[in-house]
């Protein structure tokens, strides 16, 4: 297979998309003639025009607004929130009401919109465009949350997200928008469905459970214990809402030993749900250890660069945290 970046396997999947359906409409800050903060979108405005590829006035709420009436009105909206940081902004339209319509009005309304934004630190953004904020969306009811880590899976779950007739938050870690992968050929269509946890790596010996930015440092880490000897199990969340409990629960009897491990502050992160997930299910009765967290510290995110990259879990602290497993 071809090797792309991130960000051109997010373009590609909006763009055949698009290509297929002209009732997908494209919507955000910048992400016309510029082509986005990121540039992930270079080049959509010059193929789609400014119908569908829309410019918008600085308002967080007013979009995400705009975008749950559009899709309730037939079209399938995309929107691009400049960074995750400012979905709280948009939370009374994203909660309150793209979230509830479809079961507010008995079905009759379905609100397929896609909500994509950048999230995570790592760019020396400072804290208020460089948080993890995705328990906040997975505990609204009516919302679907995915985070993909891979440019195979940031194609694939976000065309499965633009099919599906619910809400979905999208999240993309703004470091991996570089990070390069193998992905098929634009004529070789495939879809990720969304409620699919993906093993990275298989082991025996003890299980990571992770997602985002934070796969590639723990699949960094399960390389350099199999020189010891210790066969780590690397698990990818990708869809956070709906969860893939099978996977996790399936994994943990068979290592006995888990490890979640998120960029988002720990208390309150999404890791608890992870956790609890297994020990609530009859893998507890399978495990040597408890199930251990490994999350951001909890305090905003520094702008100094040497304080940003100790504020969330790195390579070391994930591999201290498994030798204390094991």
Same mark, same amino acid.
């Given at each position: 297979?071809?090797?792309?970046?991130?960000?051109?396997?997010?373009?590609?999947?909006?763009?055949?998309?698009?290509?297929? #359906?002209?009732?997908?409409?494209?919507?955000?800050?910048?992400?016309?003639?510029?082509?986005?903060?990121?540039?992930?979108?270079?080049?959509?405005?010059?193929?789609?025009?400014?119908?569908?590829?829309?410019?918008?006035?600085?308002?967080?709420?007013?979009?995400?607004?705009?975008?749950?009436?559009?899709?309730?009105?037939?079209?399938?909206?995309?929107?691009?929130?400049?960074?995750?940081?400012?979905?709280?902004?948009?939370?009374?339209? &994203?909660?309150?009401?793209?979230?509830?319509?479809?079961?507010?009005?008995?079905?009759?309304?379905?609100?397929?919109?896609? &909500?994509?934004?950048?999230?995570?630190?790592?760019?020396?953004?400072?804290?208020?465009?460089?948080?993890?904020?995705?328990?906040?969306?997975?505990?609204?009811?009516?919302?679907?949350?995915?985070?993909?880590?891979?440019?195979?899976?940031?194609?694939?779950?976000?065309?499965?997200?633009?099919?599906?007739?619910?809400?979905?938050?999208?999240?993309?870690?703004?470091?991996?928008?570089?990070?390069?992968?193998?992905?098929?050929?634009?004529?070789?269509?495939?879809?990720?469905?969304?409620?699919?946890?993906?093993?990275?790596?298989?082991?025996?010996?003890?299980?990571?459970?992770?997602?985002?930015?934070?796969?590639?440092?723990?699949?960094?880490?399960?390389?350099?214990?199999?020189?010891?000897?210790? #066969?780590?199990?690397?698990?990818?969340?990708?869809?956070?809402?709906?969860? #893939?409990?099978?996977?996790?629960?399936?994994?943990?009897?068979?290592?006995?030993?888990?490890?979640?491990?998120?960029?988002?502050?720990?208390?309150?992160?999404?890791?608890?749900?992870?956790?609890?997930?297994?020990?609530?299910?009859?893998?507890?009765?399978?495990?040597?250890?408890?199930?251990?967290?490994?999350?951001?510290?909890?305090?905003?995110?520094?702008?100094?660069?040497?304080?940003?990259?100790?504020?969330?879990?790195?390579?070391?602290?994930?591999?201290?945290?498994?030798?204390?497993?094991?």
């Amino acid at each position: 297979m071809r090797t792309i970046t991130y960000a051109q396997a997010i373009n590609e999947a909006m763009s055949e998309e698009m290509r297929k #359906d002209e009732n997908i409409v494209f919507m955000g800050e910048d992400i016309g003639v510029y082509g986005g903060a990121f540039g992930v979108s270079r080049g959509m405005f010059e193929e789609f025009g400014d119908d569908r590829v829309k410019d918008t006035p600085i308002s967080e709420l007013v979009i995400t607004g705009c975008a749950a009436g559009a899709a309730m009105t037939g079209l399938r909206p995309i929107v691009e929130i400049m960074f995750s940081d400012f979905i709280t902004l948009a939370m009374e339209q &994203l909660a309150n009401q793209a979230a509830k319509n479809r079961f507010q009005f008995g079905g009759q309304a379905a609100v397929p919109m896609v &909500l994509r934004t950048p999230g995570g630190s790592g760019t020396g953004a400072a804290e208020q465009h460089s948080q993890s904020l995705e328990a906040w969306v997975c505990h609204v009811p009516g919302l679907k949350v995915v985070i993909p880590s891979t440019p195979y899976d940031a194609k694939g779950l976000l065309k499965a997200s633009m099919l599906d007739n619910n809400p979905v938050v999208f999240i993309e870690q703004k470091l991996l928008y570089r990070s390069k992968g193998e992905v098929p050929e634009v004529e070789d269509d495939y879809i990720i469905p969304l409620g699919k946890a993906d093993i990275k790596r298989e082991g025996k010996d003890v299980t990571i459970v992770t997602y985002g930015r934070m796969v590639q440092r723990s699949l960094e880490v399960a390389e350099k214990f199999a020189s010891e000897g210790v #066969d780590i199990e690397v698990i990818d969340v990708r869809t956070l809402v709906p969860l #893939d409990k099978e996977c996790l629960i399936e994994s943990a009897k068979k290592t006995g030993k888990v490890l979640v491990v998120h960029e988002a502050c720990q208390t309150g992160g999404y890791g608890g749900e992870l956790a609890s997930t297994i020990v609530d299910s009859d893998a507890f009765f399978y495990l040597d250890a408890p199930v251990k967290r490994l999350g951001g510290l909890d305090v905003p995110i520094p702008y100094n660069p040497n304080l940003e990259a100790l504020v969330v879990p790195t390579e070391e602290k994930i591999t201290a945290a498994v030798r204390e497993l094991l």
